[in-house]
């Protein structure tokens, strides 16, 4: 939601990712019980920007900028295991660092950023997903397996942000869809997690 305006802006970023995972699974069976925490980032920090927003409430040719320069995940994972194949589901709860700031396109002049009242600026939410492991080599020490997993985060809205120029709050929240390959290093053995 715009300063001094009722009106939502949105804005569609589309940019590749970064980042690393790490967690623990058991496994009954044929099934996989584990919990993973992963940080993503995004290259261009899934910077996008608006149309150019109209009044009432906000000077006339002004775009928005926003970014999501980071996104941690954490929740269970449920697998099923088939040789060396896992399947699994994943959900949980996920917290981004989201930034705002606007521009003129008459001036050139940008912002400055939004930032909140009490300093903090991420905003949190859930994500759910599921993907794959393949196992692709068994070691003595590690093995290791390739996987690709889908991710769907929402994280809240978040109305602690505040211009210094446009004195009125500025919403942010966040939704989007990950797609993201994966390497894992797993150590304890084959029979700790694949059988």
């Known amino acids: ?5 009722v009106n939502n802006f949105s804005t569609s970023p589309s940019d590749g990712i970064f980042g690393f995972h790490a967690g623990a699974q058991w496994q009954w069976g044929a099934w996989v019980l584990g919990a993973e925490a992963a940080l993503s ?15 009432p409430g906000i000077p006339a040719n002004t775009f928005f ?13 449920l697998g099923y295991a ?17 930034k705002g700031t606007y521009y003129s396109t008459v001036t050139g002049i940008c912002g400055p950023t939004f930032t909140s009242q ?14 794959f492991d393949y196992l692709v080599h068994q070691g003595a020490l590690v093995d290791v397996a390739l996987g ?35 390497l894992t290093i797993k150590t304890q053995g084959y029979g700790f997690l694949y059988r």
């Open 118 to 131: 009490n300093g903090a600026t991420r905003a949190n939410g859930w994500y759910a997903g599921g993907g």
């Open 65 to 77: 900028e926003h970014k999501i320069t980071n996104l941690f995940t954490v929740g269970p994972r």
């Open 148 to 182: 690709l997993e889908y991710q769907h985060f929402d994280v809240s809205r978040n109305d602690a942000f505040r211009s210094n120029v446009i004195a009125n709050n500025y919403d942010l929240e966040a939704k989007g869809d990950l797609v993201r390959a994966r």
């Open 82 to 98: 088939w040789d060396r194949l896992l399947i699994f589901a994943t959900g949980g709860y996920a917290s981004a660092d989201l």
């Open 1 to 5: 939601t715009g300063p001094g305006n």
């Open 41 to 55: 980032g995004c290259f261009q920090e899934c910077r996008s920007e608006s149309g150019v927003v109209p009044p």
